[in-house]
């Protein structure tokens, strides 16, 4: 009797404990009603340097100060939001042999993970663990990343309208365009390979 007496409380504490670290990480809405969350891209080619970037951003990310390597979430870019310079240079990006946005509508890197991360104030540092889908084609992806988190700074960023934590995420990192199907054939001489991606992005846990 005693036994079983000592086992249940014991799970019993293990539920707790499991519930309180639950609680503890907070759900982060990176939908920006202001439009101000953007990833820039580069591809800077021998012949030509093209630059552009994408505001349609949303998803969720899930994260504990107190355990930052237990952040897990998904950062969402509409394709159609992607823009450059051009007009004629846009409408080709957006079509088939490039991004083929009508197929493929979305751009989504989902972290599993974080690595190496280090902590020092509101900011930490680490090594983002996940997948990363473009033009329908997911490869894994390390990414650097900062995460700064912001507690009670909602109602600063909206006027006082809401209350809450902000967590904005800021990475910079290459990835190849033909892993991903992008134009594969098109001349690395005129558009590089590489392209390089720098996210600047907040999100908002509201509080009542």
């Keep these: 009797m005693r036994s079983h007496l000592t086992s249940t409380l014991a799970l019993c504490a293990l539920t707790c404990l499991a519930s309180a670290a639950h609680a503890a990480s907070a759900k982060f809405d990176f939908k920006d009603a202001?439009?101000?969350?953007?990833?820039n891209f580069t591809l800077d080619a021998p012949l030509?340097?093209?630059?552009?970037?994408?505001?349609?951003?949303?998803?969720?990310?899930?994260?504990?100060?107190?355990?930052?390597?237990?952040?897990?979430?998904?950062?969402?870019?509409?394709?159609?939001?992607?823009?450059?310079?051009?007009?004629?240079?846009?409408?080709?990006?957006?079509?088939?042999?490039?991004?083929?946005?009508?197929?493929?509508?979305?751009?989504?890197?989902?972290?599993?993970?974080?690595?190496?991360?280090?902590?020092?104030?509101?900011?930490?540092?680490?090594?983002?663990?996940g997948k990363m889908t473009i033009k329908g084609v997911t490869k894994p992806v390390t990414v650097p990343v900062k995460i700064t988190h912001l507690k009670d700074k909602l109602a600063a960023r909206t006027n006082g309208q809401m209350k809450g934590d902000l967590l904005v995420v800021r990475a910079k990192f290459t990835v190849k365009r033909t892993d991903f199907g992008i134009n594969p054939k098109a001349p690395e001489d005129k558009v590089s390979d590489d392209v390089e991606l720098t996210l600047s992005v907040a999100g908002a846990a509201p509080k009542s």
């Design 34 to 39: 202001k439009g101000v969350n953007t990833v």
């Design 48 to 129: 030509e340097a093209i630059s552009g970037s994408a505001n349609g951003i949303s998803g969720e990310v899930h994260f504990d100060p107190a355990n930052p390597a237990a952040t897990q979430g998904k950062i969402i870019v509409q394709a159609a939001s992607m823009q450059v310079p051009n007009a004629m240079m846009k409408e080709h990006m957006l079509a088939k042999d490039w991004m083929d946005a009508t197929a493929h509508p979305t751009l989504t890197f989902e972290v599993e993970s974080l690595a190496n991360a280090s902590t020092s104030g509101d900011v930490t540092t680490a090594e983002a663990k």
